[in-house]
C-alpha cells in the first residue's frame, strides 16, 4: 500500500500545534509517512510572535518518516493555502490526507485513511475520504457513502481534486439552475447554500464549501466513518472561522475502523436522513437561542 504524505496547515496556535503534532505521532503509520507543514506568514505584527513560536515547534517536530515545512513569506490565509498545498501534493503523489492545526487525531487515523485511499483508489464516484463524525449517532454504521464533504480530517487524490471549482458563483448559479439547493442543505436544514452565497459576496472565504459544492454537482461521495477518528479543538475561539460551544464535539475512537469496500457504491440515504435529523435538531431557530443564551450565561460570548 503507497502511504499518503500528509498535510498540516498552521497559524499562530501554538498550543493547538503541538497537541495536533502529539496526535499524529502517537499514530501507528507516522513513522511511514511524510509530513507537509505549511505555515502561513502574520497577517499583522500582533500575530508575529505566535506564528514564530509555532515556527520553533514545527522544526524541532521528529517521528515521521521525512518532514518538509514550507514557511510562507506573505500571509496566505487558509482558503489559499489549502488549494495551493493540495494541488501541489496531489499532482506530485497522487493522494493526500489533510489537516489543520486545530485537529487531533486518534491512534489508527493514518491507518483508516490510507486503507480507504487504496481500497477506493480506482472508484470515480467516491472522491473524498472524511473521518470525522459530529452526529454522534449510533445508528451509523463504521463506514458509509454519503454525497457531502467535511473538512476536519480528510483525504483525496489528483483524480478527484481535479473536480474542485474555485468559483463559487458559478457553482451557486449551477445549484439553482438544477434546483438543487434543498437537497445540498439536507432537505433545507442546514444553511450550505447560504454559506457559499456568503462566500461569492466576500463575506467569507471558505474553500470547504466550495469543494463540498463541486463534488455534490458532479454526483461524487464521500466515505465516511460513524466513529469519530477526529476532534476539533477549535471550538475555543481561537481559530477564524469556530467560536464558543461543544456542538460538534465527540469522543475519539480508539478502535481500529475496518474499511471494506462498499457495494454498490450509492448514498447511504439513512445515513443522509441521519445528518438531516442532526441538523434540524441542532439548527432551528430555538436550539441556537438556547445555545447562545448558555454561553452568555457562563461568559463565552463566542460566535
Known sequence: MEIAPILLFTYNRPAHTRRALASLQDNTLAGESEL???SDAPRNE??????DEVRRIIRNTQGFKAM???ERNENYGLARNIIDGVTRTTDTHGRVIVLEDDLVVAPHFLQFMNDALEAYKDEPRVGHIQ???FTNDPSLPPTFLIKWTGSWGWATWQRAWKHF???GKALLAELERRGLTREFDFDGKYGYTRMLRRQTEGKNNSWAIRWNASLFLDDILSLNTGRSLVQNT???GSGTNCGGGNLYQTPLCMEPVPVEKISPVIENREA???FSRYYARTNSFMAKAVRRLKRTLRG???A
Do not use: S
Open 36 to 38: 507537509f507543514i505549511y
Open 46 to 51: 500582533a500575530d508575529r510572535d505566535a506564528v
Open 68 to 70: 518538509h515545512i514550507v
Open 131 to 133: 473521518a470525522h463524525n
Open 165 to 167: 471549482n474555485p468559483d
Open 234 to 236: 477549535g471550538f475555543d
Open 272 to 274: 443522509r436522513a441521519v
Open 300 to 302: 463565552d460570548f463566542g
